[in-house]
Nanobody, 128 residues
């Protein structure tokens, strides 16, 4: 059984920063990737960022590129999402996920269907 636990969400003013953390436990993974998704009220879940450990490859949604940074520790099954210059439209529940198969060389998973395990989510609210 795989468990993913997110932390670090909260309320922040526009222009502020937050750092989300996610810990994965329960099994070891081979060539895998970890990612962050988010879901705002009334909207579908959308991809935010992913990291593929075997290539140290990251990939970002256009909406967060240049503002968010994904990082982590492969051996510790930890992934982080540093969020800077936050905007009200970043308000959402943020989910951590693991893709047990990370695809071919030069590709980091970015579709919900590619991820096998999901956390419960952490709320991020950007408001003045």
């Amino acid at each position: 059984q795989v468990q993913l636990v997110e932390s670090g969400g909260g309320l922040v003013q526009p222009g502020g920063s937050l750092r989300l953390s996610c810990s994965a436990s329960g099994r070891t993974f081979g060539n895998y990737a970890m990612g962050w998704f988010r879901q705002a009220p009334g909207k579908e879940r959308e991809f935010v960022a992913s990291i593929k450990w075997s290539e140290a490859l990251t990939y970002y949604a256009d909406s967060v590129k240049g503002r968010f940074t994904i990082s982590g520790h492969n051996a510790k099954n930890m992934v982080y999402l540093q969020m800077n210059s936050l905007k009200p439209e970043d308000t959402a529940v943020y989910y951590c996920a693991v893709a047990s198969f990370s695809g071919g060389f030069g590709y980091s998973p970015r579709r919900s269907s590619e991820y096998d395990y999901w956390g419960q989510g952490t709320q991020v609210t950007v408001s003045s």
